[in-house]
């Protein structure tokens, strides 16, 4: 399967990159790790007059903690580079859960973290993840850089709110006020499949006390799905064999799952409801025995 | 090398070519390729090398594994020109004119394949492993080589091919290190 035809450019800088897409008409797109772009412009569902490859622009391929603990994943960051980050493995409980989830070894050697919160697909995983931190994308274009919550960024199935001449450069975690806990539980029948069901949840708690609490699901709904009553649910309050049953009722709730060949309706929102129980009462436990110590 | 683009009569504009230098197993090379070419065809039909399988075309299967670099790539998801300043390796880079390379030994040894489909892209896939990991456990290999399909073995011997290679190439470096002192 080839793609239709395209002008192709590699810039070596951002506002090269930028300009040539804000002189591109109305259909160009920017290409990083090409492990979604790729696929739906062989299967002609993307069939762009110009595509920018960004894998030349220098210094887009970190991931960072400012000093206020404020993290940056730059538009160049493969999922590799956060499968092995220790500094994930040690401030982001959820985003490590979740990283070596992203589909198959070989795709996360290529594949972005940024491009897949463009991509916006209801599957991808990293935007419940970053949806559930609180975080947001920072879009910079021939007017100017402004940060986007994440939570406004997507607003469909495979559609963001960029302008065409703007780039995704990093996507921001902000700081946690409390210890950060929580985790990513995804349900697929094999390595590499979309999820059949997947839940992230990032609490923060100071003094026993939940201060901070985000859900989010992934590939039941029509978008990525923000559970924000049961994270309101949790906010506030100790962690309670109480407050995870209602929180997991209430994340199930907001699940809109659909019957297909992954699993039918019920089945899916049963599965929201365990893996929200399943992180939770993980997270209590900690809990307990760091109160315990 | 040359590639034959259709002239439909009336519709086609300049075909942008674009002229890549890049590295295949250790050989440089120059081609002009057009954007929408994609690497796994460049290696097929412009280098001719036919070790790199099309299995499923979509990103699933991992029969078109090649390295990057170094790093296992799917090469049906990457366009040629992104191959521009790289280097590349395929399954013909693994054997000499003389010697199989471990993991290919490791396969026929291991009855590691059936129809051999899949082979290439799981003995890239596991170069990458052993060339990071020389001591692997059964759980590494299994990680490491889950984004490859196989319909036939069902992988235990596949696994078992890897785990085969992984210790001849530890006996060669240990004997190349005690010939050496």
Known sequence: MYPSRFRYEAPRSLNEAISLLHDGGDYAKVLAGGQS????????????????????????????????GTLRIGALCRHVHLERSDLLKTTQPTMAA?????????????????????????????????????????????????????????????????????????????????????????????????????VAVALETSGGTVT??????????????????????????????????????????????????????????????TFVLRLLSRGNTAETAERAA | MTIVYDDHEGQTTDVPVRRIKFTVNGEKKIAEVEPRLLLSHLIRRGLGLTGTHMGCDTTNCGA???????????????????????????????????????????????????????????????????DENPDPTEEDVRWALSGNLCRCTGYQNIVKSVLWAAAKLRAESTSSAESGS
């Open chain 1, 37 to 68: 772009l790729v696929p739906l412009m062989k299967l002609r569902f993307a069939s762009p007059q110009l595509v920018v490859d960004i894998n030349n622009v220098p210094g887009l391929d970190y991931h960072r903690a400012d000093p206020d």
């Open chain 1, 98 to 198: 979740a990283a070596p989830l992203i589909a198959d070894p070989i795709v996360r050697n290529r594949g972005t973290l940024v491009g897949s919160l463009c991509h916006a697909d209801p599957q991808g995983d990293w935007a419940s993840v970053v949806l559930a931190l609180g975080g947001s994308v920072v879009a910079r274009g021939p007017r100017g850089t402004r940060a986007i919550p994440l939570a406004d960024f997507v607003t469909g199935p495979f559609e963001n709110v960029l302008d065409p001449d703007e780039i995704a450069v990093e996507a921001v975690i902000p700081a946690a006020q409390g210890t950060r806990s929580g985790g990513y539980l995804k349900l697929e029948r094999r390595v590499g499949d979309f999820a059949t069901v997947g």
């Open chain 1, 212 to 273: 901070r609490a985000g859900i989010a699901l992934t590939g039941v709904g029509g978008s990525t799905i923000g559970a924000t009553e049961a994270a309101q649910a949790l906010t506030g309050r100790p962690l309670s064999a109480e407050s995870i049953e209602q929180a997991a009722e209430l994340t199930a709730q907001a699940a809109r799952p659909r019957t297909d060949h992954r699993g039918s309706a019920e089945y899916k929102r049963h599965m929201v409801r």
């Open chain 2, 64 to 130: 078109c594994t090649v390295l990057v670099d170094g790093r296992p790539a799917k090469s049906c998801t990457m366009l040629a020109v992104q191959a521009d300043g790289h280097e590349i390796s395929t399954v013909e880079g693994l054997a000499t004119a003389s010697e199989l390379h471990p993991l290919q030994e490791g396969f026929k040894e291991e009855h590691g394949l059936q129809c051999g489909f899949c082979t290439p892209g799981m003995m890239m896939a596991a170069k990458a492993l052993l």
